[in-house]
């Protein structure tokens, strides 16, 4: 039967098989290093749409970084084609220093939507991500979001944050070396939101996966990241490390931050501001 879906559109099944498990699995190591990323050139088009224009972006392994922009920029295709999701028309891109050429075991995903299928059990959602579907490293994927005693249910049953904790321990769960975030964070109330960022920045400061945020929020991006990247016109117009100690505070050096970021995505023209965090 032909497929219904648009192009580009993957089944939840073919998630389960690719992006949830990053392709064929081959290994069960226990240690992560982040990896670093190199996109050159890169250029994405969809038809007469020209959406990554000679992108640039160096990412060294271990990082943090952000991507913000407006609403159809191109962040997501930004994320995908670091996925292996979308190829570039023109340009390269290199993880690990090697030619991305599609799907990577060490790399994962993880979506605004946790995607997780619903005739499996929690159990069994995390272990799709683990070579062999490691029984063991799954719970204890699940134990590291503080699900482990949500093992045996249904997705159905638990909260929007809850399945967001459970993709989280399907993308964890084989330690991969690259963890790429599409908007995780989006559709969950405020609380639950700020305690989702606390488990991904500290789940990122111990096993030392190389990260990267996309997100509408500039407040979360500085919150995370140790640099943030805006797309613009199909490229990066703006790129700013944040020096700020973790975990961060919204003090004023934190305003600071994300006035400015926030006064760039907008088109707005900087704003200066006083120790106060007023503008003068
Ligand atoms: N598979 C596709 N086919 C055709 N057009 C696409 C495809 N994927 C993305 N686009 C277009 O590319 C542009 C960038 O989309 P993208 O999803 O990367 O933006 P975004 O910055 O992530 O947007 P948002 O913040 O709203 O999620 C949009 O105009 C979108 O319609």
């Known amino acids: 039967m032909a497929s219904t879906l648009p192009a580009g559109e993957i089944t939840l099944q073919q998630q389960a098989q690719t992006v949830i498990s990053g392709g064929t699995p081959t290994s069960t190591s226990t240690s992560t290093r982040g990896l670093q990323v190199e996109v050159r050139d890169a250029v994405v088009q969809f038809g007469d749409l020209t959406v990554l224009q000679k992108l640039e972006l160096s990412i060294p392994a271990g990082q943090f970084l952000a991507v913000v922009g407006r ?59 683990v070579p062999g579907g490691d029984r063991s490293k799954a719970l204890d994927a699940l134990e590291l979001v503080g699900l482990a005693d949500r093992a045996k249910e249904w997705p159905s049953v638990l909260s929007g944050g809850q399945r967001q904790r459970v993709a989280l321990a399907r993308a964890l769960v084989s330690n991969p070396s690259l963890l790429l975030f599409d908007e995780p964070l989006g559709a969950l109330d405020a609380l639950t939101r700020i305690e989702m960022q606390q488990l991904i920045e500290r789940l990122w400061q111990e096993r030392k996966f190389t990260a990267v945020l996309v997100t509408h929020d500039v407040s979360e991006a500085v919150a995370l990241a140790d640099r943030v990247v805006l797309v613009e016109n199909g490229t990066i117009s703006q790129d700013t490390a944040i020096a700020l100690a973790r975990p961060r505070e919204k003090d004023n050096g934190f305003t600071h931050y994300e006035s400015s970021i926030l006064n760039r995505v907008l088109g707005r023209r900087p704003v200066n501001l006083n120790q106060d965090g007023f503008a003068i």
Request: with cysteine; charged share 20%; aromatic share 4%.
């Open 71 to 129: 609403s159809g920029c191109g962040k997501s295709t930004l994320l995908r084609l670091l996925a292996g999701l979308e190829q570039a028309s023109q340009g390269s891109v290199a993880i690990g220093g090697a030619a991305s050429s599609g799907l990577r075991s060490d790399v994962r995903v993880m979506f605004q939507d946790a995607r997780l299928l619903p005739w499996k059990s929690v159990l069994d959602n995390v272990r799709i991500g």
